[in-house]
T-cell receptor, first 112, second 116 residues
Framework: SQKIEQNSEALNIQEGKTATLTCNYT??????LQWYRQDPGRGPVFLLL?????KEKRKERLKVTFDTTLKQSLFHITASQPADSATYLC???????????FGKGTKLSVIP | GAVVSQHPSRVICKSGTSVKIECRSL??????MFWYRQFPKKSLMLMAT?????????EQGVEKDKFLINHASLTLSTLTVTSAHPEDSSFYIC????????????FGPGTRLLVL
């Protein structure tokens, strides 16, 4: 069966360091992968989309990589700030459908 | 741009009653809207996909007679939880996508439902 794993349920990091979150998937051939941020009691907020034929995408302090051979995406936040503390979700879509399948998320805490 | 609202943000109801949740796209026309539910520390689970003017497509295991979805216009979808029970208590989130940019879903702020 299709499976998406964000292998850290929680990640603590010192302010100013680079946070790296991992998303692995099995039995899936996604056309694209997305990363969202979710704050407690709120809906997810779209951050970045990366397609199967793209290796890397950047947006300000965010960087996403996509390795379809390893079936893995890495999400980086450089110069992390306490305001970056949130749960980050990866989501995949494929097979001609726009429906997203979400991972469980990684709760990032940036410590001042 | 691409703002989605939900109403109410929080609702408490008695067991056996029905609750309606509204999802609106405020500044764009949403060709497709999605309804999710999320349990504490769990991921979002897709319940159904709705396209304006047609019947919703429900995911396996989601009772269509219990979770009624109406997508009457390009800016409004509603989810009605009928005869709610305590196990229906959850965080319900809608999202909307538009036209050629259907890849990106814009999420509402969510509705916290508590059934007593």
């Amino acid at each position: 069966s299709q499976k998406i794993e964000q292998n850290s349920e929680a990640l603590n990091i010192q302010e100013g360091k680079t946070a790296t979150l991992t998303c692995n998937y099995t039995n899936y051939s996604p056309a694209y992968l997305q990363w969202y941020r979710q704050d407690p009691g709120r809906g997810p907020v779209f951050l970045l989309l990366i397609r199967e034929n793209e290796k890397e995408k950047r947006k300000e302090r965010l960087k996403v990589t996509f390795d379809t051979t390893l079936k893995q995406s890495l999400f980086h936040i450089t110069a992390s700030q306490p305001a970056d503390s949130a749960t980050y979700l990866c989501a995949l879509a494929g097979g001609g459908s726009y429906q997203l399948t979400f991972g469980k998320g990684t709760k990032l805490s940036v410590i001042p | 741009g691409a703002v989605v609202s939900q109403h109410p943000s929080r609702v408490i109801c008695k067991s056996g009653t029905s609750v309606k949740i509204e999802c609106r796209s405020l500044d764009f026309q949403a060709t497709t809207m999605f309804w999710y539910r999320q349990f504490p520390k769990k991921s979002l689970m897709l319940m159904a996909t709705s396209n304006e003017g047609s019947k919703a497509t429900y995911e396996q295991g989601v009772e269509k007679d219990k979770f009624l979805i109406n997508h009457a216009s390009l800016t409004l979808s509603t989810l009605t939880v009928t005869s709610a029970h305590p196990e229906d208590s959850s965080f319900y989130i809608c999202s909307a996508s538009q036209g050629a940019l259907q890849e990106t879903q814009y999420f509402g702020p969510g509705t916290r439902l508590l059934v007593l």
